[in-house]
């Protein structure tokens, strides 16, 4: 017996601003999870510290439902 599970295409895209609880960021990536899509935002920087900056602060995972089109 072969189960299939019928998914439908992510709602967000790779480089789409978004907003979500916390803040704005980037889709990074999308992943087909359980039936939906969890998606890799990278959230937008603030002003640069004192100290420097290397690269982008947080990148956090979430999922299509705690995700709002801008």
């Known amino acids: 017996m072969i189960t299939v599970i019928d998914i439908v295409k992510p709602k967000f895209y790779k480089g789409q601003k978004v907003e979500f609880i916390g803040g704005l ?9 359980s039936g939906n899509w ?14 420097g900056r290397i690269g982008y ?8 439902t705690d995700i709002i089109l801008l």
């Open 57 to 64: 602060e947080t990148t956090i995972l979430l999922f299509e």
């Open 25 to 33: 960021g980037t889709i990074r990536e999308c992943h087909p999870n």
């Open 38 to 51: 969890s998606y890799l935002v990278e959230m937008e920087m603030e002003s640069e510290p004192k100290m």
